[in-house]
């Protein structure tokens, strides 16, 4: 374990576009696979306490299905309405072919 990260993943577990729900530190986590870049963001939308693992992700964005805000999975910020407050994002590395996230 590097210090201060804890692995989540092996690099070959998602596929593009695909989400792994995860639980580090009590915080429920959403570990994002876009377009072979690794992102780790809060599960739940800032917008409504729901589910982001519910939605998709498109040109590294992440869609609530709930009520459409995309949110940038690079920095949290959200890109289009109803959600006007970002979601928290987690820095990820990849070693020794785990993906590997800091809460």
Request: with cysteine; glycine share 10%.
């Amino acid at each position: 374990m590097m210090s201060g990260f804890v692995a989540i993943a092996t690099t070959g577990e998602l596929a593009p576009a695909g989400m792994k729900r995860v639980v580090v530190d009590g915080k429920r986590l959403l570990l994002c696979n876009a377009d072979g870049r690794y992102y780790v963001v809060d599960e739940m939308c800032s917008h409504e306490e729901y589910s982001l693992y519910l939605g998709c992700i498109k040109e590294g964005r992440i869609k609530c299905s709930l009520h459409g805000s995309y949110f940038d999975l690079a920095t949290g910020q959200p890109t289009c309405d109803p959600a006007d407050e970002p979601i928290r994002t987690y820095p990820v590395k990849i070693e020794a072919g785990q993906v590997w996230v800091e809460v």
